[in-house]
């Protein structure tokens, strides 16, 4: 079965601990996206990577870190220095001749007290 | 700035009827729309597209509008069925741009 995991689905953690939210993908794409997503407002990226070792910011990046040291694997890591990092996050792929039609993970919920 | 726009934020429908949801987009430079459909604790899933050289687009029961003079694009479903209930999200982008921009986001109900 192809598709995205993300995983956990649930994540608690404490304020001033980075935290890493995983996401591997077995559908052979080469994008790949971490989007967030907060009460009443659209999802909004944080980073992408289009190749395996290349990543680009996205709108919100600060406070966030990533890595793409393989093709199936774009990990996220939510650092001390984001402000707000409660929130639900998405991580996404799609080929890279059509990011617009982008397949999506069932996301993480991350709580931070 | 939120540059696509999802003003109705729940829709409840019966069973049967049209369902029509709305968006509005503000840069003109976007020329590709999506429709995308998410169940709770799951992430969303593709629904329908269009182009900015088409204004209508079908795929069985799901039509998408585009008025690009307007800068309005629209979902209608029909016949809505329970199943049909989920949030819908617009989503666009321009050419040459890597990622999306998505509305808030509609919750439509379809009662039995």
């Known amino acids: 079965d192809g598709g995205i995991t993300q995983s956990p689905k649930y994540l608690f953690r404490k304020e001033g601990q980075n935290v890493t939210l995983s996401c591997e993908q077995n559908?052979?794409?080469?994008?790949m996206y971490w989007y967030r997503q907060d009460p009443g407002q659209g999802l909004r990226l944080i980073y992408y990577?289009?190749?395996?070792?290349?990543?680009q910011k996205g709108d919100i990046a600060e406070g966030y870190s990533v890595s793409r040291e393989k093709k199936e694997s774009f990990p996220l890591t939510v650092t001390s220095a984001q402000k707000n990092p409660t929130a639900f996050y998405l991580c996404?792929?799609?080929?890279?001749?059509?990011?617009?039609?982008?397949?999506f993970g069932p996301g993480t919920r991350l709580t931070v007290t | 700035d939120q540059q696509v726009k999802q003003n109705s934020p729940s829709l409840s429908v019966q069973e049967g009827r049209i369902s029509i949801l709305n968006c509005d987009y503000t840069?003109?430079?976007?020329?590709?729309f999506l429709w995308y459909k998410k169940y709770p604790a799951e992430g969303p899933t593709f629904l329908i597209s269009?182009?900015?050289?088409?204004d209508k687009n079908e795929d069985g029961r799901f039509t998408v509008f585009l008025n690009k003079s307007a800068k309005h694009l629209s979902l209608h479903i029909v016949p809505s069925q329970p199943g049909d209930s989920a949030v819908y999200f617009c989503?666009?982008?321009?050419?040459?741009?890597?990622?999306?921009?998505f509305g808030t986001g509609t919750r439509l109900t379809v009662i039995p």
């Open positions: 269009i182009s900015s050289i088409k």
């Open positions: 996404a792929s799609s080929i890279v001749d059509n990011s617009y039609e982008q397949y």
């Open positions: 559908l052979n794409h080469d994008a």
């Open positions: 990577s289009q190749i395996v070792n290349d990543f």
């Open positions: 989503a666009a982008s321009a050419e040459g741009a890597n990622n999306l921009f």
């Open positions: 840069n003109s430079m976007f020329d590709y």
